[in-house]
Every structure is written in C-alpha cells, then in structure tokens.
C-alpha cells in the first residue's frame, strides 16, 4: 500500500494548504478605525446605513457611484463611496456589509450585501447588490 | 378575558392534520424497532409484518399530512397560519404547489414525503437480506424529520414548526388586532405567495432539489446497514443504482438551481459560490466519489472503508447543510436569509445523532461501543446541565474521529497486494480522492461562519475567486482521470497500450485546446483588456485542454472500445457531459464580457482594478448608445401588476451601415411589496453567445397624464456669464444681462430698475430658444416675476444679484413631463453559455442510461440465478 500512503500524504498536505493560506489570505470582518490604519488593505466592514442623510447618487455624473454615510459597530460614522450603482432599497437595509479601502477619510466600497428584514422572507434570495 | 368563539373556522381540518402528523411520528418509531427486532431474528416472520405494516401507516400519514396541507390551501382555509402566510384568494391555481413548499414546514414534509417514496420503492425491490437494516435506518431518519413538523415549545427551544398551528395561536400574528374580532374570517385574505417566486422555477425547482437530498438516503441506508451486519460488501450491488439515481436527481436540482439564477435572478451568473449552492453541491461530489469506489468494489473488491465514508459522507453533508440553511447561522455571509425559527439546537442534536450512531455502528468490540455510547451521553448531560457546549462538542468530534480511524485500522479488511499504477482501479480511487478533497475544501469555506461562531472569530466569508483558485486545479486533475482512467484496465494494464489508444485524443486536444487558448488568453487583440494573472490564464488554459481531453477521450471510449454500444456507453456519456459543463462554465465566465459602458469620466484607477469596474450605462428614453457591437434604445417602461418591465431594442449595423432592429429585450424590475425592489435580467439567447441586461436603478413611479403639466420644485443655480445650465432636455446658456438703465442713470434713480438675463436654450435637437427672465426692483422692493418658456416645459425667475462676485442666480423648474426618464443598466456577453446546458442535458442522460443497464444487469442476474436454483 506504499502508494497510497504517498497520496494520503499529498492529501493531508493539500488539506493543511488550504487551512493556512486561508487564515492568512481571508479578510475578518473589521471596523472604520482598522481600515484606517491600512489604507490598501481590503476590509469588510459591517454597520448601519444613516438614513437620516439621503444617499447621494447622480447617474448623469457616474452611474457607478452613489455615496452615503454609515455607521460601523463602534459606533464610528464615515462617509461611504460606493463604486457601484446604487443598491434597490438601500433604505429599507438593517445591516450592510461593504467590502472596500479606507482612502483620505472615506471608505470607498466596491462591493455592498445588505441584509433587509427578512420577517416575510423565509428562505427566499434576497437582492443582492 | 372570556373565550372569543370565533365563526367558520375549520378546525376539524387542523385535528386531523395534527394526527396525522404524530401518527405519523409514532409509526415511523415502531417502525425503527420493529425493523430491528426483525434484523436481530431474521426467522421471525411476526416481526417483519409488525414493521412493514408501521411503515406502511407512516407512509399513509405522510401522504395524509401532505393531502390535509393541500386541502386547506385549496380552500383558503385562512384560520391556519401556513395557509395565511403562503396563499392568497387572487393566487393563480397552478402557484398551489409552490406556496405548499414555500415556507420551512412543506419544504421538509416535501422532503418527508420523497424519502417515503423512495423508501416503499426500496422495500419492494430490496432484497430480503437488507430489508430489515436498511429500512430500520430510513425509518429512524424518518422519526427524526417527522419531529420537524411536531411544533412543541419547550421553554428556549422549539421541536420542530407545525403546518397546521392556527393563525391566532402563532405568537408572531396573535396580536394582531382583527384576530380578536369573531367574524375575523369574513373579509381576511391570504398574504399570498412572494410575488419573487411566481415562476416556474419555484414549481419545478424544489421538488427536484429534495428528490435529490433524499436520494441520498438509501446508499447512506445501505452502507449503515453493512457497518451494522459486518457485512462490508454485499450491500453495494444493490446500493449502486441508488448511486446514480441520486447523482443524476441531486446533479439535475443543482443545475435547474442554477440555471433559475442565470436566468431569473440579477447574481450576473449561474454560479456564485454562495452558501445555499455550496451545501448542496457538496453531497452531490461526494455522492459521485462514492458512485465510482463503489464501481471499483464491484469489479475487483477493496476501497472497502471509502465506499462506507463516502455514501454515509453524502446524507450526514445533506444533514449539514439542512443545519447551515435552516438555523440562521450563516447570517450575513448569504444572499439567501433563512429565518431562525429557533431550532438551531433541534438541529445540531440531529447531525450530531447521525454522526453517533455511525461511529457506534462503526466500533465492532462491544466494550469500546458502550463506552463510547455511554461518554456521549455524559457528554450532553454536562453540556445541558453546565455549558461548555463549544468545548465538549469539539472534544466529540475528535474522539469520534479518532475512533472512525482506530476503526479502520482494526476492522476493515486491507488489500494484502499494492494497486498496480497501471490499473484502472488505482486511478478511479485516486479521482475519489481528489473528488473528496475538493468537497472539504468547498465545506471549509462554506462553514467559515460555523466556525466563526465554534471559535470565536471574526473571519469574513470567502469570496469567489479564492473559491476558484482551489477548484480549478482540483477540475483539471479531475477531468484528466475521466480522460484515461477508462482506457486502463482492471488489475493491470501496458500502460504502452494506454498511451498508443490515447495518443489520438490527446494530440487533438492539445492542438485544438492550444489553437483557441493561446490567443483567447494570451494575445492582447483578442485577451481584451482584462489584466488577469499569469496564473490565473495558464490554469485557465490547462483546464480547457483537460475538458477537451476528457471530452474526446471519452468519445473515442465508446465508439472504438464499446463500439458504439448506446446500452454502456452510459459512463463515457455522463463523462463527456462533465466534461463539457466545466468547458461552458470556464469560457462564459472567463471571457464574460461587460459590454455596458459607464461613459463617465470619472476614473478610480487609484484603488485598484475591482474599483474601476465602470459597467454602469445610462440610458435616457429615446437615446442610442452603444452597447457591445450592438446600438441600444429604451423605448420606455410598461407597469403590469407589481411588475415594471423596461423594453429596449437592440440594433446592428447591416452592409449599407444602416442601423436595423436585431432584437428586443425587455428586462424587469419587480415593485415587490414584501420583498422590496428586485431586478430580473432578460437575456437574448444565440447558439454561440448570451447577452445579459439587466437594470440596476430605474425609477419605477406612474408617469400617467394627470400630473404630466405640473411644474417639479424648482431649483436655485449661481452662474456667471457664459456659464450652463442643464435641464432634463436642453442647455442653457447665460449668454448676457441688459439693463433699462445704464450706471449713470440708475444712479440718478433708482426707483424702477429691470434687468433682463438673456439665456439660450439648446434643446436636444439644436434648436436654441430665447428665454429672458427679468430681476425687477421698484421702490428697492424685488417684484416678483417668472418667464415660462412653454416650448420646452421651463420656468425661469430670476431673483438675485451678486454685484460684489458678478454672479446671477436663476431658480428653474421644469415640467413633470420633461425629466427625461432614464435606466441605469448592466450588460454582459456569456460566450458559448450554452455548451454548459447542453453538457448538462447530456450528463443527465449519460447516468441515466447507466442506471437503466446497471438495472438490466441486475434482473439478468437474478435470472440467470433463480434459472440455475431451479434447474
């Protein structure tokens, strides 16, 4: 069985691979002041859309960017620029997830999941932005 | 408070349901007993009546639960919440089916109800010998389902949700206050189907999908069955068609999956790695490695240990992934939100049971299987009684597996002779492997919020491209064993015979394969501007050519080996099938092409290339703009129901340069009121290419006449001379300012003073308007006055002067009906999309002509068998 011993081994060193370039490799859910540290590194930041200022978005200007302002878990507001069209819905959103870089104060997001209310929605895909 | 009696209700309907639904727990637990007495004493023909009669009165209270749901959603029986919540008076008849399984409750009596069928079919055509263990198995599975729809509260913890819980008794709608009116039933109206899923899809979609998670149950039954009869080998023949039924059904609901987000949902793809698609692709590999170790069992013996794991892998996977979807846990990682309905723990109690019981069934001293029994439950009792849940959960998972491969080694018969490289047995147990390890590496990423929460961390979910950079070399390696492993023999082969049969296949695709990827991903003029990795293209390449390899293989397989014999060219079909799926699915995605163009200036290149996307187009009514090698209009929107479709035509240049119509697409945005906004892309669907539009902000509000002549608020512009103005249709220049008074005279008096701003307005078609609204100041009063240039819809006043900065302000507004209505839209060209479909199409019937001969093979046997007995 000495062959398959040498593929087990390639097994569990492939297994090992994926465990820890993973860890190096995969983003944590992180907050504003973080991101600030690391102007080029990508983080996710999970917050709350301010609904009480309107989200900016100008089509005629860029149709792939609308801005608006969020506040992170610790509580900390940031001006958001979203390089993408606006989401459908945005304020009806709970939660936001934006995956981007801090630059120069704001963060500027190229990727956005919200999470609606999902009361009525049992197990239905929701819109994905 | 006095007792409300409340009229017309039906609550006969909600009793007989509810018997139904513990005579049906009840009998699939006598059933589970009696199917293991009837194991222990084979003889005991009292037994085997007892526990075929249970099962068959389980199978009835299924169906009588199942019949008892569709009579009061055919009759509106509002008074049950199920029934509220998923239907409605306006709700077409044939939308029945799906608001069954909408919710959580039908979607596992769905469930329940596939594994009865299959587990009658099973029992009518299972040999004696299995009868009893294997039907033990799939009643257990059964009891544990049917508590799933027992809905009792107990304290923190729910066992399982009732279909058949009255509107007024469900704590999220008793409150509401027109359930404590007694006629409440009069007026009420169902809150219907979700508008989102009123497509075919959700008619054909989920029965498939739950076809397939409970076609894993009969291999899982089977290979339970020999752990427990220490009977490694019998059960396999007969398991092996099962094999294939449940790749071919599981395989078909993945695909429809995501074939219904392809066409019906805005991902922009078939495939995005979320969660929900990974947990039910995961079963369905592991279901194929056990498919092709158990081919190997069948026609030389061993892989003994991976045949057991890998079809008891599949059904604990569907259990895991039942957990993953239906507990909450995967939060914000998901686009599907599935709702905690608190049974998180309901859950986890039955994937961990599984696990149990296959361990213990795995252990064959007695001692170690009562320890083991006995630390399990002391186990739970302290996680119960003191917490530590994580902790002891993790410790239990680990001497579980400790224990899976102390039992390996001692119980299950080794290979004395090493598998030679050159045989065909060798390589298949190889392509398993490789098979499993992706299945790990897709879970791992998958359950990141699992393990988020096992040991408190704070990782975010893993995004597409890392996903694929692990299944790509697993796809290559893959699709290489379906190239040659056929061609090698069992036992041992001249692998200068292999190569000699394959040299053909082989040379022509490396010579087809390097011909369209070298300059597909190569050379700039055709690469396009994509600046992929280095990496990224050599796999790409490499996988291209293996999915040729394997394709052309294959096909020589069956034509020069099997000489073209349709009956077993099974394998060598679903092969090329494969094969061609990961073909479609590499070129549609790696050459998916945004044809839409955001026209902005605007650059972000500082950020990095997934910042500078730009794929963004507006399209304002009446204009054309290029879209691709298309020239694309919006003709306007059109409002039917809730749902707003946007048509738009697509034109081409023809030899003269002359634009003519090619087509027309008309892309949706659903207006939902309980789900909000949803977008639903149109496609126009050529053989060799898709174009994909979807609308990613329109403004979805009524234009209709009545309100077509108002004026919208004005709005306020600071300019100097020969500055612009932009309204919905025209620019506007402040080309100069007069006066009726010149300094000297204004001087002198200052009492009435006019001055006249003079604009000109360009309008779309270069048609330039005067408009000359006037700053009046009389007795140092600002006299109100406004200039309406009708033509074009605008009102102007001009209201200030600011001498100091020599700037005018002027206040516009226009007409509702000038705003030009827009789009905002996303393109994308799928390139030979439908090589994908069609390999689908062609695996599906590749496996099913192997479990149609598998079956042939098998009467013919039993034949040729009973013929010898009686001769």
């Known amino acids: 069985m000495k062959k398959l011993h040498i593929v087990g081994i390639i097994v569990i060193a492939v297994a090992i691979g994926v465990i820890f370039t993973s860890l190096q490799s995969n983003a944590s859910y992180s907050d504003f002041s973080e991101a600030s540290l690391n102007p080029d590194t990508e983080y996710h930041v999970v917050g709350k859309l301010n609904k009480t200022v309107p989200v900016e978005y100008d089509p005629k200007v860029n149709a792939d960017e609308c801005s608006f302002l969020m506040t992170d878990n610790k509580g900390v507001e940031k001006r958001v620029v979203l390089h993408k069209s606006v989401p459908q819905d945005m304020e009806k959103s709970e939660q936001i997830v934006l995956i981007g870089k801090m630059q120069a104060g704001e963060f500027h997001a190229n990727e956005i999941l919200m999470k609606c209310p999902s009361k009525y929605n049992d197990g239905k895909p929701q819109i994905k932005a | ?871």
């Not at chain 2, 950079?469 to 893959?478: N, V, Y």
Request: some cysteine; hydrophobic content about 45%; charged content about 15%.
């Open chain 2, 1 to 871: 408070m006095d007792k409300i009696t409340f009229i017309g209700e039906h609550l006969w309907v909600g009793i007989l349901g509810n018997t139904f639904v513990f005579l049906s727990l009840i009998s699939a637990l006598v059933a589970a007993v009696a199917y293991y007495f009837y194991s222990k004493e084979q003889l005991t023909h009292e037994w085997k009546i007892f526990a075929r009669t249970a099962f068959s009165i389980h199978s009835i209270s299924v169906i009588g639960i199942a019949a008892t749901l569709f009579y009061a959603l055919f009759n509106h029986f509002y008074e049950y919440s199920y029934v509220w919540q998923h239907s409605s008076n306006s709700m077409p008849m044939q939308y029945i089916m799906s608001c069954f399984w909408e919710g959580q409750e039908g979607s596992f009596l769905l469930w329940t109800f596939w594994n009865v069928v299959l587990g009658n079919i099973l029992r009518r055509t299972i040999d004696s010998k299995w009868e009893a263990p294997t039907m033990a198995v799939i009643s257990l599975v059964q009891v544990f389902l049917a508590s799933m729809l027992l809905g009792i509260v107990l304290g923190d913890y729910n066992l399982g949700t009732n279909p058949f819980i009255l509107l007024r008794e469900n704590p999220e709608f008793a409150n509401m206050p027109f359930i404590q009116i007694p006629t409440y039933l009069v007026k009420l109206d169902g809150r219907g189907l979700n508008p989102l899923l009123m497509n075919y899809w959700m008619t054909i979609h989920p029965p498939t999908l739950f076809l397939g998670f409970a076609s894993t149950l009969p291999p899982f039954a089977f290979a339970l069955a020999g752990l427990w009869k220490r009977d490694f080998i019998s059960w396999q023949k007969p398991a092996l068609t099962w094999t294939f039924f449940s790749i071919m059904i599981l395989g078909t609901g993945i695909l429809m999956g995501g074939a219904w987000a392809y066409e019906a949902l805005s991902f922009g793809g078939f495939w995005a790695w979320d969660p929900v698609e990974n947990s039910s692709l995961v079963p369905w590999i592991v279901m194929v490695g056990a498919g092709h170790v158990m081919i190997i069992n069948k026609n030389k013996g061993g892989s003994l240990f991976m045949t057991h794991l890998l079809a008891i892998a599949s059904f604990l996977l569907v259990l895991y992934s039942t957990f993953l979807t239906r507990s909450g846990i995967l939060g914000e990682s998901s686009v599907h939100a599935f709702t905690d309905l608190g049974m998180q723990g309901q859950l986890v109690i039955y994937v961990i049971s599984f696990i149990f019981l296959c361990v213990a069934l795995l252990i064959h001293d007695k001692l170690i299987r009562v320890s083991y029994a006995m630390c399990s439950i002391l186990m739970l009792a302290i996680s119960v009684l003191y917490g530590y849940k994580k902790i002891i959960l993790l410790g239990w998972l680990g001497a579980s597996t400790g224990i899976t491969i102390f039992s390996y080694i001692k119980y299950f018969p080794k290979e004395e002779e090493e598998e030679s490289l050159y045989s065909r047995e060798f390589w298949m147990f190889i392509g398993s492997l490789v098979l499993m390890l992706s299945a790990l590496v897709i879970t791992y990423f998958t359950s990141i919020p699992v393990l988020n929460k096992l040991f408190t961390l704070n990782k975010a979910p893993v995004k597409i491209p890392e996903y694929n950079l692990w299944q790509i070399p697993f796809s290559i390696i893959t699709l290489t064993l379906v190239a040659v492993t056929q061609f090698f023999k069992y036992k041992k082969t001249d692998p200068k015979i292999v190569f000699k049969q394959l040299r053909f296949s082989l040379l022509l695709a490396l010579v087809f394969g390097l011909t369209c990827s070298i300059p597909l991903y190569f050379l700039k003029e055709y690469a396009g501007a994509k600046n992929l990795e280095k990496w990224n293209l050599i796999s790409y390449s490499l996988l291209f050519i293996a999915g040729l390899f394997a394709v052309f293989a294959n096909a020589e397989y069956a034509i020069r080996v099997l000489k073209g014999k349709i009956r077993h060219a099974g394998s060598s079909i679903a092969h090329i099938g494969f094969a061609l799926i990961l073909i479609g699915a590499l070129i549609s995605t790696s050459k998916k092409q945004t044809i839409s163009q955001n026209t902005s200036k605007k650059s972000v290149e500082g950020l990095g290339e997934d910042f500078n996307a730009k794929k963004s187009l507006l399209l304002t009514k009446g204009d054309t703009l290029p879209l691709g090698k298309y020239m694309v209009t919006y003709k306007g929107k059109e409002r039917i129901g809730i749902d707003v479709f946007f048509h738009m035509d697509y034109f081409t240049k023809n030899e003269k340069g002359v634009l003519v119509k090619a087509f027309e697409l008309s892309p949706m945005v659903q207006d939902n009121p309980r789900m909000g906004k949803a977008s639903n892309p149109d496609t126009k669907h050529f053989l060799n290419n898709d174009i994909y539009t979807h609308i990613t902000y329109a403004d979805l509000s009524d234009d209709s006449p009545k309100n077509k002549d108002a004026y919208k608020e004005p709005t306020n512009f600071v300019g100097h001379m020969g500055d612009t103005i932009f309204s919905g249709n025209a620019i506007i220049l402040i080309d100069s300012i007069t006066t009726n008074l010149n300094e000297e005279q204004f001087s002198k008096n200052d009492s009435f003073l006019v001055v006249t701003a003079v604009l000109k307005a360009t309008d779309v078609n270069g048609k330039v308007y005067r408009a000359t609204p006037k700053y009046i100041l009389k007795n140092s009063m600002v006299m109100p006055d406004q200039f309406e240039l009708s033509a074009l819809g605008l009102k102007f006043i001009f209201w200030k002067i600011n001498p100091t900065e020599g700037s005018v302000e002027i206040q516009m507004s226009e007409k509702v009906s000038n705003a030009k209505e827009f789009v905002v839209l996303e393109a994308y060209m799928f390139p030979y999309i439908n090589v994908l479909w069609l390999g689908c199409l062609i695996m599906i019937t590749g496996t099913l002509i192997a479990i149609f001969e598998r079956r042939r093979v098998n009467r013919l046997k039993k034949h040729t068998l009973s013929g010898e007995k009686n001769n």
